[in-house]
């Protein structure tokens, strides 16, 4: 990849996140590379940001950072994440598996901080105590969550027979998950209906073969793609009178139902100190994966009332926010 290329995502990314804009000034202090498939205006990187400087960290006085984002093409992150390896970076931080992956195959020397859905089971650490290698950072544990979305989707509905499971299907840690919400299903005497989609175009196919189906509600399992089109989903949720789960709060803050995952801004910032500690002298393989102790349940009042659903009070009670 040519570096104009790049160049062009981390000039996007220095409007849209000034305090960390790329800096060339900065040449003696150590470089991040960042290998995102959102954009830096992304509420989560800014808390990634906001970490970095409590931790110390200036750019342009004692960090430099090289942004990159596939912005939810995930076949142009080996590339970026060469790119990356040739400006000979300091450490590279990796959102997500597919991320992960690319990074992980274009160097074994550079240390890699991630998150991952399932980085044991991706064979993405040989260990979660001690990753070894070049490469640590956070699970966000996809697969165990999933079941839970299915058993709080049966709270809210439980005359529930048919449900559409929407996901993106090249996602490298999607069949974890599924297979634990088919199992949670099973569990609920629910029917599932698979729906997958590659693109944003075919978003609006997936929920005309849900109506057609008559599915009954739709979960959305994790994927870059989702988070980037999120408020397409949540539109075409309540146009087509669908309740619709999803993995973080995105949904319900855009006008979807009901949210259930972990903490994704805890997450990004958790990422810093990985960051720091490495920067700092250890070793990548010598630091524990770390598991998410924060999750959080949304649910959308407004939008539940649109859909003639009641929410259980015992529900709402244990909702971290509602929204009204």
């Known amino acids: 990849m040519r570096r104009r290329d790049v160049i062009t ?12 804009s790329r800096a060339q000034s900065a040449k003696s202090a150590p470089r ?29 006085q004692n960090l430099g950072i090289e942004f990159t984002s596939a912005a939810g093409s995930a076949d142009r992150l080996p590339g970026l994440a060469a790119e990356l390896v040739r400006l000979r970076v300091d450490v590279i931080v990796a959102s997500g598996s ?6 992980r195959k274009a160097t074994t020397t550079i240390p ?7 980085p044991l089971g991706l064979g993405i650490v040989a260990s979660l105590a001690r990753p070894g290698g070049n490469i640590t950072g956070l699970s966000l544990l996809a697969p165990e969550v999933s079941g839970k979305r299915v058993e709080i989707l049966k709270q809210i509905l439980p005359g529930i027979t048919s449900v559409a499971v929407l996901l993106y299907p090249d996602d490298p840690g999607v069949a974890f998950s599924l297979k634990e919400t088919e199992a949670a299903a099973e569990l609920s ?9 590659r693109d944003a175009a075919a978003l609006d196919n997936a929920f005309q073969v849900a109506t057609r189906e008559r599915v009954e509600a739709i979960i959305v399992l994790p994927a870059p793609l989702m988070n980037v089109q999120v408020r397409r989903i949540a539109e075409l949720a309540l146009k ?17 139902l009901v949210s259930y995952g972990v903490s994704l801004p805890a997450i990004y910032r958790r990422l810093a100190y990985y960051v720091d500690r490495i920067l700092k002298g250890a070793k990548p393989g010598d630091l524990p994966i770390e598991l998410p102790t924060k999750f959080e349940l949304v649910i959308n ?22 929204i009204q």
């Open 240 to 256: 087509n009178r669908l309740p619709t789960i999803y993995f973080s709060d995105d949904l319900p803050k855009a006008g979807g």
């Open 189 to 197: 005497a629910l029917k599932l209906q698979i729906l997958k989609v």
């Open 112 to 118: 890699i901080v991630m998150t991952s859905s399932n």
């Open 301 to 322: 009042l407004k939008t539940a009332r649109a859909l003639g659903i009641t929410i259980p009070q015992s529900l709402l009670l244990r909702a971290d926010d509602v």
């Open 98 to 103: 597919e991320a992960t992956l690319a990074a």
């Open 32 to 60: 991040l590379g960042v290998l995102a498939q959102f954009s830096a205006a992304s509420r989560f990187y800014v808390e990634f940001g906001n970490a970095l400087r409590d931790l110390g960290y200036v750019e342009g």
């Open 9 to 20: 995502s981390i000039v996007v990314a220095s409007v849209s996140w000034p305090a960390l």
